[in-house]
C-alpha cells in the first residue's frame, strides 16, 4: 500500500536551516508529482511547495519562496523540502502530499489522495 | 495567483440537514477544484475532485458543484461523522492554493 513517511521536523532557532524529507512506497515515484504543504497550530492548510515528476517544474507559495526548496530523489523515492532563513511563522506541521493521478502533463499538477503523517517544525528561540 | 476564500467559515447544523459550503476562486479555475475534510489529529482525506467528481470510498450524501470561480460542497444529510473542517483547493497549475475552511459543528 502506498505509504508517506516524514521525517527531519525539530526545533531550530529563528534564521537557521532545516531539511525534510519525505520517502514514499508502494508506488511508482517517477510517475508522481509530490507536494509540501504545512498547518500551522489550530490554524488552516498552506500549500507549500511542488515538483514536477520529472524534477523539472518547482513551484513554491510567495510566503517560502527564496528560503525554501523543494528537490526530490528519484531512486531513493524521497522529497526533499531545504528550509533556509526560518521565522517564526514557519512554525507548523509539515506534510508530504502525492497527486493522485500520474503522468500529469508539463505544467500541471493534481490534487491529494495520499498525505504522510506530518513532521513537526518549531522554530523558536 | 490564485486565492480562495470560503463561506461560511463556521457553521452549526442538526444531524440530517442538508448543509452547503461556497468556495470562490479570485479567477476562473474551470474546474480545478477540490473539496477535503479533515478531522482533529488527522491528515486531510479527499471528498471531490474536478469539482463534482466523487472520490471513491465517500460517502453519497457527500457532493460538489460549480466551475469557473464559485463552487459547493453539499451534504445532503448531515451525520454525527460529519464533524470536521471542510477545505478547498485549487490544484491545476502553480502555485497551488487552499481555502481557509468551513469548521462544521453538529
Known amino acids: 500500500q502506498v505509504k508517506l513517511v516524514e521525517s527531519g521536523g525539530g526545533v531550530v532557532q529563528p534564521g537557521r536551516s532545516l531539511r525534510l524529507s519525505c520517502t514514499g512506497s508502494?508506488?511508482?515515484?517517477?510517475?508522481?508529482?509530490m507536494h509540501w504543504v504545512r498547518q500551522s497550530p489550530g490554524k488552516g492548510l498552506e500549500w507549500v511547495a511542488a515538483?514536477?515528476?520529472?524534477?523539472?517544474?518547482?513551484y513554491y507559495a510567495d510566503s517560502v519562496k527564496g528560503r525554501f526548496n523543494i528537490s526530490r530523489d528519484t531512486p531513493e523515492k524521497t522529497v526533499y523540502l531545504q528550509m533556509n532563513s526560518l521565522r517564526a511563522d514557519d512554525t507548523a506541521m509539515y506534510y508530504c502530499?502525492?497527486?493522485?493521478?500520474?503522468?500529469?502533463?508539463?505544467?500541471?499538477?493534481?490534487?491529494?489522495?495520499?498525505w504522510g503523517q506530518g513532521t513537526l517544525v518549531n522554530v523558536s528561540s | 495567483d490564485i486565492q480562495l476564500t470560503q463561506s461560511p467559515s463556521s457553521l452549526s447544523a442538526s444531524v440530517g440537514d442538508r448543509v452547503t459550503i461556497t468556495c470562490r476562486a479570485s479567477?476562473?479555475?474551470?474546474?480545478?477544484l477540490a473539496w477535503y475534510q479533515q478531522k482533529p489529529g488527522s491528515a486531510p482525506k479527499v471528498l471531490i475532485y474536478?469539482?463534482?467528481t466523487l472520490q471513491s470510498g465517500v460517502p453519497s450524501r457527500f457532493s460538489g458543484s460549480g466551475s469557473g470561480t464559485d463552487f459547493t460542497l453539499t451534504i445532503s444529510s448531515l451525520q454525527p461523522e460529519d464533524v470536521a473542517t471542510y477545505f478547498c483547493?485549487?490544484?491545476?497549475?502553480?502555485?497551488?492554493?487552499f481555502g481557509p475552511g468551513t469548521k462544521l459543528e453538529v
Open positions: 502530499a502525492k497527486e493522485s493521478r500520474g503522468l500529469r502533463p508539463p505544467g500541471q499538477l493534481d490534487f491529494f489522495y495520499y
Open positions: 508502494g508506488f511508482d515515484f517517477i510517475y508522481y508529482g
Open positions: 515538483i514536477s515528476r520529472d524534477g523539472s517544474e518547482r
Open positions: 479567477q476562473d479555475i474551470r474546474y480545478y
Open positions: 474536478d469539482a463534482y
Open positions: 483547493q485549487y490544484y491545476h497549475s502553480g502555485p497551488c492554493s
